[in-house]
């Protein structure tokens, strides 16, 4: 069956008829079209989108073609976009007057429109016991493919609020005529009911929840009427712009029978079975009067039978195309309702569309789910048919790039699919066509890195390695980087840091993770430090690194004062000896080993004099010095150049001249170690050391008797006194006279006093001394001597 496109033709023109956007109801006549095209056009969309067939229309009884006026019971309603608590848009309106009774604003309390023809009808009459005035009427058959119809709709009324619960309470209906679907005895019912009950929609069913003016006393509470349901009850406000009915019906977004949580008009709805022709009726009348019209809005395009459904689920974001490796597409082909009667088939054909350089089991693969094995199985031919089980309402086919599929660099094949779904048996299968994208996709692969420098980093990128379609890159931290969603970028990295790289595709189905590590460093500052730069050979020198960074590692190259390299020494504390005379340099060679180019030179030359010893030596006289006697020291060493003397003269004395004259003093005969050393301009010492016997030249002797006769023998009392520091002798007569001292050890007692002879006798000597060996130390002795005259 073909699309009328006169009537989507027709539909265009009625949704964009209205040339001035409106805030309020507005209506139009229903152009002069026979019920069936009135249908046709606004009602049911075409059979292959609605899944409803419609026949034989009539309106009040007839097929003649309806009025090109608005002087109608029955028109076309558009709703402007600010008359927002109206949910429908437009649609069909169907009223017990003239439609015109359905244009705003809210300014009169009972509008009313008089047209009637005289039509009846016994199903509407059974909802009243009251007589049905000024009724519209609209029927028609229709055939559902899947045994589902509903259609969304609003009831209103000039009645509301005065007449609810009295004898004026205008009714409707839509009533459905055919076979039960259950227990297939045909039947009529209303399906124009309250959500959730079997109450028929009407003034007093549907209201405020509160008796009109005009009640009747009953409060609501007879048949087929309830005070309930004030939360599905809109009332119009006096001077609305919207609409002139005084309030109509809604289902709040907050009921729980909204729709996707919206807020909407009432819906009729009911189960059928599918591909069995049944009568639609839809009847509205005024009760006991002609006053006070009611009207109901009918959605456009609202008559549907929900059908087959046929859903792709990709398992990754991405539609219409396979990828090898990656993804698959579930297509769920589901029903709202199953007749138990018949069989649900679909027909999968791969070779009714051509596909050229596509192969089944090669470049694709599909598998249905074979209900009679409860798995699924591999389509292996170009077609096969499969159902949905007896005891369920969907079934599910999967297509997917097998993991053995062979790409050109780039290439996309493309596959396209035949899908037949059985409907109802006076029509052709319902056929769509599925349009597959099929490519290849290699990993991605993305290396780890390990970065050390010494310098500013200026650029930084990522290896990929695996040739996959690199989408969207992350850098975590983004720190230092100017385009942290790219593969490559410039920078200005200055400091330690380890990044996190993330990158996939654009559809997620690859992704790797990186670790890039910078390790910056500073630039070494080679330097060292060294105990001794000169000395005689062999001279042993400690070196000690003081580089910066501490952890730089160093390389020192010993060489002669010509540059050749004699030893290359690693580390940074050590001692080297240099055996030979000379100059030396050294070297020093710092570097960061793990970053290329991370490294300082420091070049000392002629840093290690190495000098030749002085040939030591010296003398000294007299050979055999004495106490107190001054001994003369000589220098007799060979060598140009020496700048310095030390002498050490073994009893704590010591000198720098060259040529030193020392003097000891002992008190018994002792040998000293001389210790002679010379030191050269370059810092070369040499010493020697002799050994000094210093004789004890001490003596005491005293006479004790003498002869002052001037014979020339023993004339004189000389007491022998030697090396002493200080002498003072004192001579004493028998009485204790003091008759002669001196404190020259030299001077002689000739025997006077006073020039005058002293006569022979006894005599008492004192003396008192100190020694140059003892120079804080005085001693005391005392005698007697005799004078012979």
Same mark, same amino acid.
């Given at each position: 069956?073909?699309?009328?496109?006169?009537?989507?033709?027709?539909?265009? @023109?009625?949704?964009?008829?209205?040339?001035?956007?409106?805030?309020?109801?507005?209506?139009?006549?229903?152009?002069?079209?026979?019920?069936?095209?009135?249908?046709?056009?606004?009602?049911?969309?075409?059979?292959?989108?609605? %899944?409803?067939?419609?026949?034989?229309?009539?309106?009040?009884?007839?097929?003649?073609?309806?009025?090109?006026?608005?002087?109608?019971?029955?028109?076309?309603?558009?709703?402007?976009?600010?008359?927002?608590?109206?949910?429908?848009?437009?649609?069909?309106?169907?009223? @017990?007057?003239?439609?015109?009774?359905?244009?705003?604003?809210?300014?009169?309390?009972?509008?009313?429109?008089?047209?009637?023809?005289?039509?009846?009808?016994?199903?509407?009459? &059974?909802?009243?016991?009251?007589?049905?005035?000024?009724?519209?009427?609209?029927?028609?058959?229709?055939?559902?493919? &899947?045994?589902?119809?509903?259609?969304?709709?609003?009831?209103?009324?000039?009645?509301?609020?005065?007449?609810?619960?009295?004898?004026?309470?205008?009714?409707?209906?839509?009533?459905?005529?055919?076979?039960?679907?259950?227990?297939?005895?045909?039947?009529?019912?209303?399906?124009?009911?309250?959500?959730?009950?079997? /109450?028929?929609? @009407?003034?007093?069913?549907?209201? &405020?929840?509160?008796?009109?003016?005009?009640?009747?006393?009953?409060?609501?509470?007879?048949?087929?009427?309830?005070?309930?349901?004030?939360?599905?009850?809109?009332?119009?406000?006096?001077?609305?712009?919207?609409?002139?009915?005084?309030?109509?019906?809604?289902?709040?977004?907050?009921?729980?029978?909204?729709?996707?949580?919206?807020?909407?008009?009432?819906?009729?709805?009911?189960?059928?079975?599918?591909?069995?022709?049944?009568?639609?009726?839809?009847?509205?009348?005024?009760?006991?009067?002609?006053?006070?019209?009611?009207?109901?809005?009918?959605?456009?395009?609202?008559?549907?039978?929900?059908?087959?459904?046929?859903?792709?689920?990709?398992?990754?974001?991405?539609?219409?195309?396979?990828?090898?490796?990656?993804?698959?597409?579930?297509?769920?082909?589901?029903?709202?309702?199953?007749?138990?009667?018949?069989?649900?088939?679909?027909?999968?054909?791969?070779?009714?569309?051509?596909?050229?350089?596509?192969?089944?089991?090669?470049?694709?693969?599909?598998?249905?789910?074979?209900?009679?094995?409860?798995?699924?199985?591999?389509?292996?031919?170009?077609?096969?048919?499969?159902?949905?089980?007896?005891?369920?309402?969907?079934?599910?086919?999967?297509?997917?790039?097998?993991?053995?599929?062979?790409?050109?660099?780039?290439?996309?094949?493309?596959?396209?699919?035949?899908?037949?779904?059985?409907?109802?048996?006076?029509?052709?299968?319902?056929?769509?066509?599925?349009?597959?994208?099929?490519?290849?996709?290699?990993?991605?692969? !993305?290396?780890?890195?390990?970065?050390?420098?010494?310098?500013?980093?200026?650029?930084?990128?990522?290896?990929?390695?695996?040739?996959?379609?690199?989408?969207?890159?992350?850098?975590?931290?983004?720190?230092?980087?100017?385009?942290?969603?790219?593969?490559?970028?410039?920078?200005?990295?200055?400091?330690?840091?380890?990044?996190?790289?993330?990158?996939?595709?654009?559809?997620?189905?690859?992704?790797?993770?990186?670790?890039?590590?910078?390790?910056?460093?500073?630039?070494?500052?080679?330097?060292?430090?060294?105990?001794?730069?000169? %000395?005689?050979?062999?001279?042993?020198?400690?070196?000690?690194?003081?580089?910066?960074?501490?952890?730089?590692?160093?390389?020192?190259?010993?060489?002669?004062?010509? %540059?050749?390299?004699?030893?290359?020494?690693?580390?940074?504390?050590?001692?080297?000896?240099?055996?030979?005379?000379?100059?030396?340099?050294?070297?020093?060679?710092?570097?960061?080993? !793990?970053?290329?180019?991370?490294?300082?030179?420091?070049?000392?030359?002629?840093?290690?004099?190495?000098?030749?010893?002085?040939?030591?030596?010296?003398?000294?006289?007299?050979?055999?010095?004495?106490?107190?006697?001054?001994?003369?020291?000589?220098?007799?060493?060979?060598?140009?150049?020496?700048?310095?003397?030390?002498?050490?003269?073994?009893?704590?004395?010591?000198?720098?001249?060259?040529?030193?004259?020392?003097?000891?003093?002992?008190?018994?005969?002792?040998?000293?170690?001389?210790?002679?050393?010379?030191?050269?301009?370059?810092?070369?010492?040499?010493?020697?050391?002799?050994?000094?016997?210093?004789?004890?030249?001490?003596?005491?002797?005293?006479?004790?008797?003498? @002869?002052?006769?001037?014979?020339?023998?023993?004339?004189?009392?000389?007491?022998?006194?030697?090396?002493? /520091?200080?002498?003072?002798?004192? !001579?004493?007569?028998?009485?204790?006279?003091?008759?002669?001292?001196?404190?020259?050890?030299?001077?002689?007692?000739?025997?006077?006093?006073?020039?005058?002879?002293?006569?022979?006798?006894?005599?008492?000597?004192?003396?008192?001394?100190?020694?140059?060996?003892?120079?804080?130390?005085?001693?005391?002795?005392?005698?007697?001597?005799?004078?012979?005259?």
């Amino acid at each position: 069956m073909n699309f009328n496109w006169n009537r989507i033709l027709a539909i265009l @023109t009625f949704l964009f008829s209205i040339t001035e956007i409106q805030s309020q109801i507005t209506v139009q006549s229903p152009n002069g079209w026979t019920p069936q095209e009135f249908v046709g056009n606004v009602l049911v969309l075409p059979p292959q989108i609605s %899944g409803v067939y419609i026949s034989n229309c009539k309106f009040n009884n007839s097929t003649a073609p309806l009025p090109n006026s608005t002087v109608s019971k029955i028109g076309m309603f558009t709703n402007g976009p600010n008359f927002t608590d109206f949910p429908i848009s437009n649609g069909i309106v169907m009223t @017990t007057g003239g439609i015109m009774a359905a244009v705003g604003p809210n300014n009169n309390e009972g509008r009313t429109v008089p047209i009637d023809d005289g039509t009846i009808d016994s199903n509407l009459q &059974s909802l009243t016991t009251f007589p049905i005035k000024n009724m519209s009427k609209l029927e028609f058959d229709f055939v559902s493919r &899947s045994g589902d119809i509903q259609f969304e709709y609003i009831f209103a009324s000039e009645e509301y609020p005065e007449y609810v619960c009295s004898d004026y309470n205008d009714v409707f209906g839509f009533f459905v005529t055919g076979p039960d679907p259950i227990t297939g005895i045909n039947t009529t019912w209303n399906i124009a009911l309250m959500p959730g009950t079997t /109450l028929p929609v @009407t003034i007093n069913s549907v209201n &405020s929840g509160i008796p009109g003016l005009f009640s009747n006393g009953s409060n609501c509470d007879g048949p087929n009427q309830s005070l309930s349901f004030s939360s599905f009850y809109y009332s119009t406000s006096s001077g609305n712009t919207g609409i002139q009915f005084d309030g109509f019906t809604v289902i709040p977004f907050n009921s729980p029978f909204a729709h996707n949580n919206q807020r909407s008009g009432l819906f009729a709805k009911t189960k059928v079975e599918a591909c069995v022709p049944y009568h639609m009726k839809l009847a509205i009348g005024n009760v006991s009067d002609t006053l006070n019209d009611s009207g109901v809005f009918i959605k456009s395009n609202g008559f549907t039978a929900p059908m087959i459904e046929m859903e792709h689920h990709y398992t990754l974001n991405v539609t219409d195309t396979l990828i090898k490796f990656c993804n698959s597409d579930t297509v769920t082909f589901t029903l709202s309702r199953r007749d138990p009667s018949r069989i649900y088939a679909f027909n999968v054909s791969t070779n009714i569309i051509p596909n050229p350089g596509v192969e089944i089991g090669q470049d694709y693969e599909i598998y249905y789910w074979n209900s009679t094995i409860n798995q699924f199985t591999p389509l292996n031919t170009n077609q096969a048919t499969f159902y949905i089980p007896e005891d369920s309402l969907s079934t599910q086919m999967i297509v997917r790039v097998p993991e053995t599929a062979n790409f050109a660099s780039g290439e996309v094949k493309i596959l396209k699919l035949q899908i037949s779904m059985e409907t109802c048996s006076f029509e052709s299968p319902r056929i769509d066509t599925l349009t597959y994208y099929l490519r290849d996709n290699k990993p991605i692969v !993305i290396l780890d890195q390990l970065i050390n420098t010494c310098e500013p980093l200026t650029s930084i990128e990522v290896i990929e390695i695996g040739g996959g379609y690199i989408e969207n890159i992350s850098w975590n931290p983004p720190t230092y980087l100017n385009n942290p969603d790219s593969l490559q970028t410039n920078c200005n990295i200055t400091d330690s840091i380890v990044y996190t790289v993330i990158v996939n595709d654009n559809i997620s189905c690859f992704i790797d993770t990186a670790f890039i590590t910078v390790n910056y460093f500073s630039t070494p500052i080679a330097s060292f430090t060294t105990d001794e730069v000169s %000395g005689c050979a062999p001279l042993k020198v400690r070196f000690k690194s003081t580089t910066t960074p501490e952890f730089a590692s160093n390389m020192y190259l010993i060489s002669n004062m010509f %540059g050749t390299v004699i030893d290359t020494i690693y580390g940074e504390t050590f001692y080297y000896t240099f055996q030979n005379p000379g100059f030396y340099n050294v070297s020093l060679y710092a570097n960061i080993p !793990i970053v290329d180019g991370c490294e300082d030179w420091l070049i000392q030359e002629n840093f290690i004099n190495v000098s030749e010893k002085p040939n030591v030596n010296f003398s000294f006289i007299p050979l055999e010095p004495t106490n107190e006697h001054q001994v003369d020291f000589s220098n007799e060493s060979i060598n140009e150049g020496i700048v310095s003397y030390y002498w050490s003269f073994g009893d704590g004395n010591t000198s720098n001249s060259e040529n030193p004259i020392h003097t000891y003093y002992v008190t018994h005969d002792e040998t000293f170690n001389v210790l002679f050393r010379v030191t050269n301009q370059y810092n070369c010492a040499h010493d020697t050391i002799k050994q000094i016997t210093v004789i004890n030249n001490y003596a005491f002797f005293v006479p004790n008797a003498f @002869t002052p006769n001037n014979d020339g023998n023993n004339d004189l009392f000389l007491p022998r006194v030697e090396d002493v /520091l200080k002498y003072h002798l004192i !001579i004493y007569n028998r009485y204790g006279e003091a008759i002669f001292q001196t404190i020259n050890p030299d001077e002689p007692w000739d025997g006077t006093h006073k020039f005058e002879k002293c006569p022979a006798g006894v005599y008492t000597w004192v003396i008192t001394y100190r020694k140059y060996a003892e120079p804080d130390t005085e001693l005391r002795k005392n005698g007697t001597v005799t004078l012979v005259r």
